[in-house]
C-alpha cells in the first residue's frame, strides 16, 4: 500500500509541473480572420485578426501589403476588445493582399506571421 501512495503522489506531482509548465509558456496565437486565410472576397472594408489571448497595445501592430510589398494600410488592437487587431482598409482594387502582425501578449511573449487573401471584383 505504501508503494501504491508513492506512486500515485509522484504523477500527481509529475503531471501538475508537466501542465504547470504548458500554461507559463503559453504564447497568443491567431485564432481566425476576416476575411478568412487564403480566402477570395470583395473589397472588405476592415481586416480583423482575433488572437488566443489578450494583446498589450503598444507592442503589437499589422500590416496589409499588396502583392508588391508595399504597406496598403496599418492596423492595431481594437480598444473595445484587447484580444482583436482591426486594419480599416479602402476600397481595395483587385488583387492578392498579405497580412503581417507582430504582437506582445499580456504574458510577455511575442509572436508573428502572416496570411494571405485575393480582392475580385
Known amino acids: 500500500m505504501h508503494a501504491t501512495r508513492f506512486v500515485t503522489l509522484s504523477l500527481t506531482l509529475f503531471l501538475a509541473l508537466v501542465c504547470g509548465a504548458a500554461i507559463a509558456h503559453a504564447h497568443a496565437y491567431l485564432d481566425h480572420a476576416s476575411p478568412l486565410v487564403g480566402s477570395v472576397v470583395t473589397a472588405p472594408s476592415e481586416v480583423r485578426l482575433w488572437f488566443t489571448q489578450t494583446l498589450e497595445p503598444r507592442f503589437s501592430a499589422a500590416q496589409l501589403r499588396s502583392s508588391s510589398g508595399a ?31 507582430k504582437i506582445l501578449s499580456v504574458d510577455t511573449h511575442r509572436t508573428e506571421g502572416d496570411f494571405g487573401f485575393e480582392v475580385r471584383p
Request: no cysteine.
Open 71 to 101: 504597406v496598403v494600410a496599418t492596423g492595431a488592437v481594437d480598444p473595445a476588445n484587447p484580444k482583436e487587431m482591426v486594419i480599416r482598409v479602402r476600397a481595395l482594387p483587385p488583387g492578392k493582399y498579405k497580412v503581417k502582425w
